[in-house]
């Protein structure tokens, strides 16, 4: 490695989350504060939910009740008479 060019490693550096949980990861920064950690985080304590704010799981059913309907209904090709 090139002398001078890389940033001082910390191996041993606190990181702290909101929660109030703190481990130390390797790192070029002496002290990491971070909003959400594996210990907090929803996805790995299992309660994660998905918040539907702009109702878009009810918009898209509601789409694909009208596509299954439309499409069991035949469609009747109308046929205009040719003027002479």
Same mark, same amino acid.
């Given at each position: 490695?090139? %002398? #001078?060019?890389?940033?001082?490693?910390?191996?041993?550096? @606190?990181? @702290?989350?909101?929660?109030? #949980? !703190?481990?130390?990861?390797? !790192?070029?920064?002496?002290?990491?504060?971070t909003e959400?950690?594996? #210990?907090?985080?929803?996805?790995?304590?299992?309660?994660?939910?998905?918040?539907? !704010?702009?109702?878009?799981?009810? @918009?898209?059913? +509601?789409?694909?009740?009208? +596509?299954?309907? #439309? %499409? !069991?209904k035949k469609?009747?090709?109308?046929?205009? +008479?040719k003027k002479?």
């Amino acid at each position: 490695m090139k %002398s #001078n060019i890389h940033p001082q490693y910390y191996p041993k550096t @606190k990181t @702290k989350c909101i929660c109030g #949980n !703190s481990f130390t990861i390797g !790192s070029t920064k002496q002290e990491i504060q971070t909003e959400i950690c594996g #210990n907090c985080h929803p996805f790995y304590t299992g309660k994660e939910k998905l918040i539907d !704010s702009a109702g878009r799981i009810e @918009k898209f059913k +509601a789409r694909l009740r009208e +596509a299954e309907t #439309n %499409s !069991s209904k035949k469609k009747v090709k109308r046929t205009r +008479a040719k003027k002479k």
